[in-house]
């Protein structure tokens, strides 16, 4: 792939999440989406950037904040927004809502509601890779409150015992919910996770191709030894932790620190990166007019679809 090539489907991505999310920001205010919603603005450069260095095969888990990891894996853009209109068109025919998206087709395997929870799902996954001899990669995505998690840290220490094929990516914004790291950590995360003999690699980048550079060295070290990596990645989420309005808006986080943070906007930083390397405006455009049809064209048919039967209630269940 080229340069060209892989900047313009970097950006493609960090674009079409960002103008996803702001859709739902102006639609969220009509209580047409019947689900709670936690938005990853000001993250896309991570889960885009780790994501373009996986392939579709490879398998990926994630948090409640799971739309970027949707959009990046390449799901479907109508289901999507179907599931979180609750129609049966929806990825779970409108039953699991925004916090538990997935797309096994592209391999976007599950998300998961409660803290840390999705860890030892994704490294039971990784031994099912290693157990079958499957040229596969996995990837589980967390925020820095998982790490205060037991269970992180039983994953950690089975992933390392067994050599497991699995990349560790936590997203830290220095918030678990409303509360400050430095009120709840006394530790460092890239230093308390070395002592388990595992690959660790810390930035605060906000540049999507420096993280898929970074991912891409990570997934090529595991696919080579088989044994786990952490990548510990560095971002600010400019939202609040569910809803449509700017953190620093409830007090817990000062307008300065957003505004140092957008300063380097990871969709500007790559837009910039595509005239810089002679992409044309035009050509920018054209990616990004197509990113904005297709939500449109996805919000119309999620308005118009029909909710599932009240049967649907019993179905995919258990007992």
Request: hydrophobic letters at 40%.
């Amino acid at each position: 792939m080229t340069e060209s090539e892989l900047n313009k489907q970097l950006y493609k991505k960090i674009y079409t999440i960002r103008m996803a999310e702001e859709k739902i920001r102006e639609i969220y205010p009509l209580d047409v989406m019947k689900t709670p919603v936690h938005l990853s603005i000001g993250e896309e450069s991570v889960i885009a950037g780790v994501c373009q260095a996986l392939t579709q095969k490879d398998q990926v888990y994630g948090t409640y904040r799971s739309h970027a990891l949707f959009i990046a894996k390449e799901g479907d853009m109508d289901a999507f927004f179907a599931e979180l209109y609750g129609k049966h068109s929806g990825v779970a025919k409108g039953k699991a809502g925004s916090m538990h998206l997935s797309s096994p087709e592209s391999g976007f395997m599950a998300s998961s509601a409660v803290v840390a929870s999705i860890i030892p799902v994704a490294v039971g996954a990784a031994f099912a890779v290693k157990y079958k001899r499957e040229d596969c990669v996995v990837a589980v995505f967390f925020g820095d409150g998982a790490t205060e998690e037991g269970v992180f840290w039983e994953s950690l220490n089975v992933s390392c015992l067994k050599n497991l094929p699995i990349l560790f990516v936590c997203e830290d914004n220095e918030l678990a919910i409303h509360a400050h790291i430095s009120d709840r950590q006394a530790y460092t995360i890239p230093e308390a996770v070395k002592p388990f003999g595992i690959h660790v690699y810390s930035d605060k980048t906000t540049d999507p191709s420096e993280i898929y550079t970074i991912a891409q060295k990570a997934v090529r070290e595991i696919r080579k030894t088989g044994k786990p990596f952490f990548l510990h990645l560095k971002y600010h989420r400019y939202l609040e932790h569910v809803g449509i309005n700017e953190d620093y808006c409830h007090g817990y986080r000062c307008k300065e620190d957003y505004t140092e943070w957008y300063g380097a906007d990871p969709v500007k930083i790559q837009r910039d990166k595509l005239l810089a390397i002679g992409i044309s405006e035009g050509e920018i455009r054209s990616v990004e007019n197509a990113a904005d049809r297709s939500i449109e064209e996805s919000v119309q048919k999620a308005a118009e679809a029909p909710f599932s039967d009240t049967c649907e209630l019993f179905e995919d269940i258990y007992a």
